[in-house]
């Protein structure tokens, strides 16, 4: 299964429909808990928002970006989806333990994941 992912502009309010959250957690191995955390959907309204196909409001778009925005960061940095995905699933140090797909459910988590890439791709090691 390839989770190659075209560059996606930044969805704007009142575009997002939660198929594409599916879509997106489908092609990134997210379960069901990782998908609540990163996008901050609770299980009732992911079963409500899936019957629907319904428009997500604008706080999970900015999540969504955010997501997007990180993972094609990882994948153009290493080039490879499934490098990059392994990476993203694989828990850090610099993050106390925890994966950079855990890390984006928060922004300081997503800024450290940047920072962790960042760094990667110019060779800057601390």
Known sequence: MSIATPTIKPLTLNSLRYSTIEETAERFQLDSNLRQQIFGISPRNQARL???NGILNPLVVDRFNR???ITQQAISLFEDTQKALQWLQTPKNSLSGITPLAALSTDEGARQVEEILYRT?????S
């Open 50 to 52: 899936r019957k629907d």
């Open 121 to 125: 791709e110019y060779g800057i090691y």
């Open 67 to 69: 997501f997007n925005r």
